[in-house]
């Protein structure tokens, strides 16, 4: 049973694999020019697969700047204490429901005011963080949590700078996947958007100049050119 | 702005605003010499600066440049040491003097509405070629390397025009090269999911001699893919028609260039990203590239022996010419990587200045078969004697460059205890004797076909170019200073690194 | 070449100019969410390639002409190196944003940099794959010569 639960962990190796190996054997096997650029291309897209699966985290949302709206509602709370509409921006920045994203927000939320409901967000916060898929990440996010209930007491609502620096650190919380492999492929993808334009414009040219776009027959034609007629034949046999 | 600081960004930076301007320029007014002069200054303009860079790494140390002020590892950085900037000099000469040298034979043979789209083309293709070798990020030698192959295969394309198996060529390349660059691009994933970066000098940082599947894994793919892209044997099946179908003058510029740029990334990821001290690299070196390297020295070039077409034939030479390269490397040793430098450079200058005279004989005779090159040597006297000087440096003649990296690839064999090397460094040197013999017994011996029209000699354009090259194989021949001292300095620096 | 489907002509019609409307949001959404030139870009040509494929090529042709492309490509390019050059005469390196607006303390020259740069990208990428489709549908066959 290890062994099936190794081999399905790594799924998206396996699709990986298949495909690249699909796309080969494409490559490969068939003699219809335009076959092989869709085989050329699944094999590239298999590897863009790859790259996007490594950086992609459970429950890590995409690597948007969230602090900033959070500056935006520390401000806005600062001054109005406008409670319903700031927290409504700041969910409107978290994109998912992921349990992380909440947490973050609920902490937010005591930290503006309500000191007597900390004790029942810190609890759901940390319901919440345990049922988690990523433990590692979540572990991180409810003991600061707390380290900033129990240091927003002392803190006066109307300092801004405070709020803002505690709005930026709680934005770090949030899991990011990772972007870096993501860009990477972005880049990929538009050479390999080139590279299939390049091929089918050959492919075009070449069904031009030799009217058919067959390996073999295409083989036999420049045979034929180069050898005449017999030699050909014989190749082609 | 302080020139100076900016230099490194320079020869990638020019090109890449100049190619796009070629693109609007006319095709057909004055006979397309608009785009041609205009691209011509921008590849002396880029040499220049690639000379100013060489001047500064040899005399003051290594260049970093930080592209977007953001600091390396997390920022993409052009790292100029020794070995690249021989290698940026090699390109952007060769582009130097291929720019000019190309619009007369380019005319003859492309489309002539298409002249402005071909230098934009043979630019980008320059620039590409640049920015593999200056960049320190591991990802950008990935797209440096598509955006030189993509206008290669567009340049090998252009062809048609002449023999239309340029086409089925340039595809062949195509399929071919995209596969080399994903599975090169698969091997940097692994690396990068070992080692969490990609600037190369980091990666090893990282690596920290630790060694496990994932980096062999990605080792042997980018290998695999790199080679593929060097035509490394048993890789090479796309080259001959590529280079045999090319202009001529795409023949000169790539046959000179593109495949020592892929040598040049696979010796700087064996030793600045892996780093040669893994058991893996080692074994790659005695199983894989040492067996395959000699295997290319002799198939390419008994290959060559049979070809009836001159430039095919130059396209097998290169094959088992980049065996040596890769068997100087698989020595392991200092010597034997600053041998192979050596000869990544020579070779450059020989296989340029044979290209260019093949490319003056399509120019007047029309055809690079080698019935064509019957009593060249009366018919065309300066160009004859430009590929005889060039084929005797290919052989390794005393007095030439040829003889310089032989001589190196020998001790290189004999001081790291490898004397059946150097035995097979001479025989494979025999085997360039008998092709490049049979052609200019050709040209010398044989008189010209009885009906063939009289010929003028190539134009002054295509010759001063070619003898500028020829000069330059002459002079590196007996002037070893620049290129022995700075290549064993490179290997040294690269191989310290690897310590 | 046209297509007589009174459907189809009306729904591109609609279609036209949200479809550009929308690959301007994603250009400029860029700075805050998923988005940015290649994407904004690729959206803009399909609004024209859609209308090439109904209402025929040569109507396309008239509304954005081939050679109006090509000084798109090239203006789109060199807005997106030109950011890098004027970086490196306003004195920082290749690319490095923050010497356009120095003094800002919140890298303000970061924003106009990526949106200039974005903005290249998005009409290089647009004109790009205009051409490109261009080129293949209107690819007439040349007269084989007769010495191939």
């Known amino acids: 049973m290890d062994l099936v639960a190794f081999l399905a962990e790594r799924y998206n190796y396996w699709i990986f694999i298949v495909l690249m190996m699909m796309g080969l054997y494409i490559v490969i096997a068939r003699g219809n020019l335009i076959k092989k650029l869709i085989g050329l291309n699944v094999f590239q897209t298999s590897v863009f697969i790859y790259y996007i699966s490594i950086g992609k985290i459970t429950g890590g949302t995409a690597p948007i700047y969230v602090a900033g709206d959070m500056e935006r509602w ?24 992921d349990p992380l994203g909440a947490g973050a927000l609920h902490a937010d939320e005591t930290l503006q005011g309500d000191f007597e409901l900390a004790g029942n967000d810190l609890s759901t916060l940390t319901g919440e963080a345990h049922g988690a898929p990523d433990t590692q990440a979540v572990h991180a996010a409810p003991s600061d949590g707390v380290n900033d209930l129990l240091a927003a007491p002392p803190l006066k609502i109307e300092d801004h700078a405070s709020a803002v620096a505690d709005a930026a650190h709680k934005a770090a919380e949030v899991v990011y996947s990772n972007p870096l ?20 414009a050959l492919v075009v040219r070449i069904r031009e100049a030799y009217g058919t776009i067959e390996e073999d027959e295409l083989e036999a034609i420049d045979n034929v050119a180069e050898f005449g007629e017999t030699h050909a034949k014989g190749a082609a046999a | 702005m302080s020139l100076l600081a900016q230099l490194p960004v320079i020869p990638i930076i020019v090109p890449l605003v100049a190619a796009p301007l070629a693109v ?48 390396p590892p997390i920022g993409i950085e052009y790292r100029i040491d020794l070995a690249n900037a021989l290698v940026l000099t090699l390109v952007s000469g060769i582009g130097a003097l291929v720019f000019p040298f190309s619009y007369e034979s380019i005319r003859s043979e492309i489309d002539p509405r298409q002249i402005n789209l ?77 080692t969490g970066t990609l600037n190369m000098a980091d990666v090893k940082f990282q690596l920290a001699g630790d060694n496990n599947r994932m980096v062999e894994a990605g080792f042997a793919f980018i290998i695999v893919g790199m080679g593929l892209k060097a035509a490394m044997f048993p890789m090479h099946l796309w080259m001959p028609n590529a280079y045999a179908y090319a202009p001529s003058a795409v023949s000169a510029f790539i046959a000179a260039t593109s495949t020592k740029v892929a040598v040049y990334v696979i010796i700087r990821f064996i030793y600045t990203v892996i780093g040669a001290d893994f058991d893996f690299a080692s074994a ?19 290959v060559a022996i049979f070809q009836s077409d001159v430039k095919r034939m130059l396209a097998y030479s290169s094959v088992g010419q980049i065996g040596y390269m890769l068997f100087g490397v698989s020595f392991g040793t200092e010597q034997g990587l600053a041998a192979s430098l050596v000869h990544l450079f020579n070779h450059g200058l020989m296989k340029g200045a044979l290209f260019m005279a093949a490319a003056a004989v399509m120019l007047r005779v029309g055809s690079h078969a080698c ?30 460059v040829g003889f310089i990296s032989k001589w190196q690839l020998l001790s290189a064999a004999f001081d790291s205890g490898r004397p059946w ?38 134009p002054l354009s295509m010759l001063i170019p070619m003898m500028i090259l020829v000069a330059a194989n002459i002079y590196f021949g007996l002037n070893t200073e620049l290129t022995v001292d700075l290549a064993e300095r490179a290997a040294h620096a690269l191989m310290g690194a690897g310590r | 070449m046209s297509i007589e489907h009174l459907i189809l002509r009306v729904v591109i019609k609609i279609m036209f100019a949200p479809i550009l409307l929308f690959a301007l949001y994603v250009q400029f959404h860029g700075d805050y969410g998923p988005g940015g030139g290649f994407q904004a870009g690729v959206i803009f040509a399909v609004g024209f390639i859609l209308h090439a494929l109904i209402m025929g090529l040569d109507e396309t042709k008239r509304v954005m002409p081939i050679g109006v492309l090509k000084w798109l490509m090239v203006i789109g390019f060199l807005f997106y190196a030109g950011t890098g050059v004027a970086t490196m005469l306003l004195g920082g390196n290749l690319l490095g944003y923050d010497a356009i607006d120095p003094a800002s303390t919140h890298h303000a020259g970061q924003h106009w940099g990526i949106l200039l740069v974005e903005f290249g990208v998005g009409m290089a990428v647009a004109s790009t794959m205009m051409m490109i489709f261009y080129h293949f549908a209107g690819r007439e066959p040349e007269i084989r010569d007769e010495d191939w």
Not at chain 1, 74 to 97: N, S, V, Y
Not at chain 2, 52 to 67: D, K
Not at chain 2, 284 to 302: R, V
Not at chain 2, 383 to 396: E, K, N
């Open chain 1, 181 to 200: 492999p993501h860009v990477l492929i972005l880049t990929a993808i538009v050479v390999g958007i080139a590279t299939t334009a390049v091929g089918l």
């Open chain 2, 24 to 71: 609007l320029m006319p095709a057909e007014k004055m006979g397309g010499r608009i785009p041609y002069i205009w691209t011509t200054l921008i590849a002396w303009t880029v040499f220049a600066a690639c000379v100013a860079i060489f001047y500064s790494v040899a005399t003051v140390g290594p260049i970093s440049y930080h592209l977007g002020d953001w600091a």
């Open chain 2, 284 to 302: 790659a070196f005695a199983w894989l590239i040492a067996p395959l390297a000699i295997a290319g020295m002799f198939f390419a070039s008994i």
């Open chain 2, 421 to 458: 090397a150097g035995f097979l460094i001479v025989a494979s040197s025999f085997l360039a004797v008998i092709y490049i013999g049979r052609v200019i017994e050709l040209m010398v011996l044989k008189p010209a076909p009885e009906n063939a029209p009289p010929i003028k000699e190539a």
């Open chain 2, 118 to 194: 071909f230098y934009a083309a043979l630019l980008i293709c320059m620039v590409g070629l640049l920015g593999v070798t200056i960049t320190g990020d591991a990802f950008n030698v990935f797209v440096f390397l598509e955006i030189s192959s993509l206008s290669t295969y567009a340049l090998v394309a252009m062809g048609a025009n002449k023999d239309r198996r340029a086409l089925t060529a340039a595809f062949n390349y195509l399929v071919m090269g995209t596969i080399g660059a994903t599975f090169f691009v698969i091997g940097l994933g692994l690396l990068y999911q070992a």
């Open chain 1, 74 to 97: 520390a401000h806005g709370a600062g001054h109005d204490a406008g409670h319903g509409e700031g927290a409504a921006h700041g969910a409107d920045a978290l994109p998912g429901k």
């Open chain 2, 371 to 400: 019935s064509g090159y019957a009593g060249l040597a009366k018919r065309m006297p300066l160009t004859a004697a430009a590929f005889i000087i060039a084929g005797l440096s290919l052989i390794g003649v005393p007095l030439t």
